[in-house]
């Protein structure tokens, strides 16, 4: 093949893939794209790509004029207080599953699976009947129990695939050492296991960040709902659509997530699929 | 390489087991103890609610044993249900595995800013399902959207579309967007196993006289077989209970024209008020989901 023609063809490769990424990417750009346009232009026909003037007025009303804090703050203490839970328990439940031999333990780790593709619309009924009874109905702590639903066989999942690439002989020689099974633990395995545990965190988080349907069922006032239901109410209850101001609840609702994104970057394989997929 | 200390080591390790079962037993105590209360309980109670007539603010109940399944089994709606959600299930896989595979060719060849495109390609599975449906509903927009305003100046129709409230173009749509937020999970699995082919393979189809499209038939194809069989195992189950992108972009309307099981379930339990009723669909829709989920679960033990 000539050097010309190779050229050529590869320009065209990529003017031709750049188009399709712009395309799977446009709906996020008109997305930005709104939320810095003034009204007066949202309505104007043909609608124009780039904003004639750009304005953060839709942010200010955002903040000052609606209980998006509000949503925010429980949105933020769900993220936490789930993470904490969830990780807690799992990190426990992991390291015993992959490096204690018990009667029952494989059986277990099928379960855990099992569980994780389990419909949410099935467990929903009596959770919301078990919340009522508990007097959790409309409080935050009814969403993180409920969120364990999903997220802990999610995280168990994952830190079984980051623990059983630890090496055996690590524990063995700590072992060796003089060490009993705890300690080696928390000094071989949990320093070995660490940026397992902290990406399978920042994905649980963003499970509770983002999850709706147990919002939309236990959640009924405002002063507990998170953002994913919040927003959504301001969409339904509002008598004018304001889109420009959902497209920045928008924008502000997935800021977290690309700073999460960019740090996950490495590990996106394995939390996508929970180790479900093997490369 | 193992060396004899950690060898002795194991022995000992081995000789301890049932010593340490009780301790990992221990360790494995609080995820049982959650487990069994927000999830094999639930399991239990739903099935048992299923059985009984609820009426939802009352809870005041009665036995019908297996009733609610009879009525179910009959009803019209039930099964407009089941077949949306096939239809669904069906369209939305077919479109994100055909386009994560493209994509995904296309993100392992060499590509300027591979990493941003890759980002942007990807992000929408990160997103919220609300982000999503907001940014989409805005796009759809009837009078106001840029995806009417596109076909109106391409000349392609006449009419701005109802995208979202007549059918079939709602389920069209929905289908749509579901594979635009979810099919980076099939291009991001499909990457990872395309960096693990040798390149020996593609030579050697190449000297035997293979073309592009040989090559990919010939090598690619059989080597992502696996890892395909997961995936497409995996989407349909969670394309098939999908919940929220459902009835955020649609509500199941128009009528019930997109109404999925899950979505029926919620209709019966939070507005009809029919807790038995809904746990029963639940059931149901639950059964019909264990078949996928019983191949995914021996796959897996592999």
């Known amino acids: 093949m000539s050097t010309p023609a190779r050229i050529a063809r590869r320009f065209l490769f990529n003017v031709l893939a750049w188009a399709v990424v712009l395309v799977i ?49 429980n949105s933020a203490w769900l993220a936490a207080g789930t993470t904490l839970v969830v990780i807690s328990i799992a990190t426990l439940g992991a390291h015993s599953l992959v490096r204690f031999s018990y009667p029952g333990r494989e059986r277990l780790a099928r379960l855990v699976l099992f569980t994780y593709l389990l419909p949410s619309v099935v467990l929903i009924i009596p959770l919301y009947l078990l919340m009522a009874g508990l007097g959790l109905a409309n409080t935050l702590t009814s969403l993180i129990i409920a969120y364990t639903t999903f997220a802990l066989p999610y995280a168990l999942w994952l830190l079984r695939s980051f623990m059983k690439a630890i090496p055996d002989d690590l524990e063995s020689a700590a072992l060796v050492d003089g060490a009993n099974r705890m300690q080696a633990f928390v000094d071989v395995i949990l320093p070995q296991a660490l940026p397992g545990i902290i990406s399978t965190a920042m994905f649980t988080a963003i499970l509770a960040w983002n999850e709706y349907f147990y919002a939309l069922v236990l ?7 998170p953002l994913t239901t919040g927003v959504i109410n301001m969409l339904v209850t509002s008598f004018n659509i304001e889109w420009s101001l959902l497209m920045a609840a928008s924008v502000m609702m997935s800021l977290p997530l690309i700073v999460v994104f960019a740090f996950l970057q490495r590990y996106l394989t394995r939390g996508f699929s929970a180790g479900a997929i093997k490369g | ?75 019209g709606e039930f099964w407009r249900s089941l077949a949306n959600n096939l239809i669904w299930t069906a369209g939305t896989l077919t479109l994100q ?91 991001i699995a499909v990457l990872a196993r395309l960096q693990a082919i040798p390149d020996e393979l593609y030579e050697a189809a190449s000297i035997d006289g293979a073309g592009a499209w040989a090559r990919f038939t010939d090598v690619t194809l059989p080597q992502l077989r696996d890892v395909l069989i997961v995936v497409v195992l995996l989407r349909t189950i969670w394309d098939f209970k999908e919940f929220d992108l459902i009835y955020l972009l649609t509500g199941g309307g128009p009528i019930i024209g997109t109404q999925t099981l899950p979505l029926m379930v919620y209709k019966e339990a939070f507005a009809l008020n029919q807790m038995g009723g809904a746990s029963a669909t639940a059931v149901l829709m639950m059964l019909i989901m264990l078949l996928f989920m019983s191949l995914y679960l021996s796959r897996a033990r592999d």
């Not at chain 1, 959640?219 to 709902?225: E, G, P, Q």
């Not at chain 2, 060898?7 to 049982?32: F, K, M």
């Open chain 2, 1 to 75: 390489m193992p060396t004899i200390r950690a060898a002795s080591a194991s022995l000992r390790l081995r000789s301890l087991d049932a010593r340490y079962g009780l301790l990992g037993a221990l360790l494995i105590a609080p995820t049982v103890l959650v487990f069994c209360t927000v999830i094999v309980y639930p399991l239990v109670s739903a099935i048992y609610l299923g059985l009984f007539s609820i009426y939802t603010p009352t809870m005041e109940g009665e036995w019908v044993g297996l009733d609610n399944y009879r009525r179910l089994l009959a009803s």
């Open chain 1, 219 to 225: 959640v009924n006032n405002d002063a507990a709902r």
């Open chain 1, 25 to 73: 990417a446009f709906p996020l750009l008109w997305m930005l794209l709104t939320s810095v346009k003034p009204s007066s232009e949202l309505f104007v026909i043909p609608p124009r790509l780039l904003p004639g003037e750009i304005t953060f007025e839709h942010y200010r009303r955002l903040l000052t004029e609606t209980p998006f804090l509000t949503y925010l703050r």
């Open chain 2, 97 to 187: 595995i055909v386009f994560g595979i493209l994509v995904a060719l296309m993100l392992h060849r060499n590509l300027v800013f591979r990493a941003l495109a890759r980002s942007l390609v990807l992000f929408p599975y990160f997103l919220s399902t609300v982000v999503a449906v907001l940014v989409w509903r805005w796009l759809f927009n009837d009078l106001y959207g840029v995806l009417n305003h596109l076909l109106l100046w391409a000349g392609i129709v006449d009419l701005p579309v109802d995208w979202l409230g007549s059918m079939p173009n709602a389920m069209i749509s929905l289908i749509f967007v579901g594979a635009w937020k979810y099919f980076p999970f099939v291009v």
